[in-house]
């Protein structure tokens, strides 16, 4: 989050990508991970501030870290997205990932 505010004014050609590659990462084998799980991480930090600032969150400052958020979601999301179709294609194309080859005589 914190390099998410730094890379405000250059987040499409500084963040994105970091965002992308991390989201790419959420699909790896052995992840449990579900794209679900974003939206609840934005619902958990934004009331994690609430609890933290108290009052002097303003609702101008919630709004602002909701689409924040939202914006890293999106990005997050299309290179879970992107991963996703890039093993479904290889699945397509040489069976189970997890299938060995098995030769008969």
């Not at 505010?5 to 970091?18: F, G, I, K, Q, S």
Request: net charge negative; proline share 3%; with cysteine.
């Amino acid at each position: 989050v914190g390099y998410a505010v730094r890379c405000l004014d250059t987040m499409n050609e500084d963040l994105a990508p970091v965002l992308y590659n991390l989201g790419k990462q959420h699909v790896m084998p052995g992840s449990r991970f579900h794209q679900k799980y974003f939206g609840v991480f934005k619902v958990a930090v934004i009331e994690a501030y609430k609890d933290t600032i108290g009052t002097e969150l303003t609702a101008a400052a919630t709004f602002a870290w909701e689409k924040l958020f939202d914006y890293m979601i999106s990005i997050l999301q299309l290179g879970c997205n992107e991963m996703m179709y890039e093993k479904q294609i290889l699945t397509e194309q040489l069976g189970h990932p997890l299938q060995k080859s098995v030769t008969h005589s």
